[in-house]
């Protein structure tokens, strides 16, 4: 769906008559400015998502299992004494 020269035009026109003449810069300030914000954001999610996968590149297949949750039988082992986690294993 490409936009040609004839329909920016009426896009800008009507535009031009709902807003005027002095209202029409500001939007346009503030419609570049959201865009730009919008980009940033966007980069820093991708920079932080190519990040996050090259680290766990780098560790390897030893390092990505280490990286997981530790599973549940090893939390509740290392659970304090007296607490129910240890007088359920008990049982």
């Known amino acids: ?37 919008f980009k940033r954001g966007a980069q820093e999610i991708r920079e ?16 990505a299992r280490l990286a997981r949750e530790k599973p549940v039988s090893e939390a509740s082992s290392k659970a304090p004494e007296g607490s129910e986690l240890q007088e359920e294993r008990k049982a």
């Open 48 to 63: 932080e998502l190519e990040k996050s996968v090259d680290v766990r590149e780098d560790k390897g297949p030893e390092g």
């Open 1 to 37: 769906m490409n936009l040609g020269m004839p329909e920016i035009l009426v896009i800008l026109v009507v535009a031009l008559l709902i807003f005027g003449p002095k209202k029409l810069p500001e939007l346009g300030r503030s419609l570049g400015q959201s865009i730009r914000e």
